[in-house]
């Protein structure tokens, strides 16, 4: 039986609707079952018809960068990668081009040179995917976190008419196994605090696995986009839901990574909570008092 995804309507104040909802579809099974994915689509596009983008920020990933290279092109042979390398001096940025080479190219690598941050390398690839005129615009981590089976539901969610699709931890049939229940509670507590001070209606906003609609990427200013790491997503799905847009939710298997070590700290993930709780402010403190009139004297 297929999982379900969670459609989420516009946050309250948008264009689209005036109060949020969650309402579920199964019309996006999940990565396993036993249908052709690239066949739900909208208007008669399907998966293999949208021009994508998946684009991979690497900093010393030598030892997963072949897989998730065949991995990828297994799940969705006709889409394009992007390896954005930080300078690793592994040699990951190397064996990208060697494995490019070796398989018929659509993999290209933008070499940088030094680590700028995970959210400075999607900003490059989601300038470049816009450029190039891709269609939808894939986030991926190379460490294996991400499993590249899902990104046909992904990008099928996208064809069908989302804005943005966020694979997810924690919607029915998402799951974390062999996480240790402190970092459980740390994410999902995270996430419900960005839910309700933002407004947001997403379970998994700090989620990294996400396909993006280009025509809703190329509203967003991203040199406004300054946050890195969790912050970064989270602030991605609030200008996504700020202009009104639909986000889904696909559930699926995040498994911790095999090889290399970890990028995030706990640094990370509380300075994203400190710019969740300013943009808070900002935008439903500080804009409201600014459009109050003022007081006319007798």
Not at 235 to 244: L, S, T
Request: a neutral charge; charged letters at 20%.
């Amino acid at each position: 039986m297929a999982a379900k995804a969670m459609i989420r309507a516009p946050t309250e104040g948008s264009a689209v609707s005036s109060s949020p909802v969650a309402v579920e579809s199964d019309i996006y099974p999940s990565y396993g079952a036993c249908v052709d994915v690239t066949k739900v689509a909208r208007g008669g596009r399907t998966v293999a018809a949208m021009k994508s983008l998946v684009i991979l920020p690497t900093f010393n990933e030598a030892e997963n960068i072949a897989e998730v290279l065949d991995r990828v092109r297994a799940a969705v042979p006709d889409a394009e990668v992007l390896v954005v390398d930080d300078g690793s001096p592994d040699g990951t940025a190397e064996l990208a081009e060697s494995w490019a080479a070796g398989h018929g190219g659509q993999v290209s690598v933008l070499r940088r040179a030094s680590k700028s941050g995970l959210g400075s390398a999607y900003r490059a690839g989601f300038a470049h995917g816009l450029a190039n005129g891709f269609d939808a615009l894939i986030e991926m981590d190379s460490d294996l976190q991400h499993d590249p089976a899902a990104l046909p539901e992904l990008i099928a969610a996208v064809a069908n008419g989302a804005d943005l699709a966020i694979g997810s931890r924690y919607v029915p049939g998402g799951s974390i196994p062999n996480w240790p229940k402190h970092r459980e509670w740390l994410s999902r507590g995270g996430n419900r605090y960005a839910a309700f001070v933002l407004g947001l209606q997403v379970r998994d906003a700090t989620a990294g696995f996400r396909c993006y609609a280009a025509p809703m990427l190329s509203t967003i200013d991203l040199t406004k986009v300054t946050a890195d790491g969790y912050g970064f997503q989270i602030e991605m799905a609030y200008n996504v839901a700020g202009r009104g847009g639909r986000i889904v939710e696909v559930p699926i298997r995040f498994s911790d990574r095999q090889r290399g070590t970890s990028k995030m700290s706990g640094r990370i993930v509380f300075e994203a909570l400190g710019l969740v709780s300013w943009w808070a402010v900002r935008d439903r403190v500080l804009r409201r008092r600014s459009r109050q009139p003022e007081a006319i004297s007798s």
